[in-house]
């Protein structure tokens, strides 16, 4: 099955930590996205990634990290230096950057930050 | 970043009635998604739309791309308790591959 997967679904982890968030396509999407989700809140882009070796900050990124060596997969790191990490992070992809495409979402991973 | 204007921002309705809801942008897009999250889920894409003025079905769900292309709206209709949940809008802007979102409209179906 095609798709998108991200692990854990949930993620605890003691303030100060640096955490890493799992994103894995096999959709063969050159495009890759960061989000974060407040209650009752819309999605925020953190960064996002339109080709391997390549990323770009989004309107959050601050607190956060990534990496895109693989086109299949694109990790982010909270670090400690993010100040209210409790949040539900959603990871996406899309077609090629140059074409109109269609985005699609992974299931989430909620990190709980005590 | 850019703001989408989405409304309402919740709806309560009987099911078997029709459901309309609306975004708006400041800016001219290429591409309008539309997607439908349940709680604790990642979105679920429900339609996308590429033409200024293009009108799209999926089962009981229309949407349609504004002429402006600075809009778009979404029409449930005869609506289920299933329907139940969080409906977003997505707009992607002309010269990038990067994607704007509404603020969500929350919807509740009473049986």
């Known amino acids: 099955d095609g798709g998108i997967t991200q692990s854990p679904k949930y993620l605890f982890r003691k303030e100060g930590q640096n955490v890493t968030l799992s994103c894995e396509q096999n959709l063969n999407h050159d495009a890759m996205y960061w989000y974060r989700q407040d209650p009752g809140q819309g999605l925020r882009l953190i960064y996002y990634s339109q080709i391997v070796n390549d990323f770009q900050k989004g309107d959050i990124a601050e607190g956060y990290s990534v990496s895109r060596e693989k086109k299949e997969s694109f990790p982010l790191t909270v670090t400690s230096a993010q100040k209210n990490p409790t949040a539900f992070y959603l990871c996406?992809?899309?077609?090629?950057?140059?074409?109109?495409?269609?985005?699609?979402f992974g299931p989430g991973t909620r990190l709980t930050v005590l | 970043g850019q703001q989408l204007n989405q409304s309402p921002q919740s709806m309560f309705i009987q099911e078997g009635e029709d459901v309309s809801m609306n975004c708006t942008s400041s800016?001219?897009?290429?591409?309008w998604l539309w997607y439908k999250q349940d709680p604790g889920e990642g979105p679920v894409l429900l339609i996308a739309?590429?033409?200024?003025?293009e009108l799209t079905s999926n089962g009981r769900l229309t949407a349609q791309f504004g002429i402006t292309r600075k809009d778009s709206f979404l029409n449930i209709s005869a609506s289920i308790p299933s329907d139940v949940g969080i409906y977003f809008c997505?707009?992607?802007?002309?010269?990038?591959?990067?994607?704007?979102f509404g603020t969500g409209t929350s919807l509740t179906v009473i049986p």
């Open positions: 800016s001219i897009f290429n591409t």
């Open positions: 739309l590429y033409k200024a003025g």
């Open positions: 996406a992809s899309s077609t090629e950057w140059r074409e109109q495409g269609e985005q699609f």
């Open positions: 997505a707009g992607q802007v002309s010269y990038g591959n990067q994607f704007y």
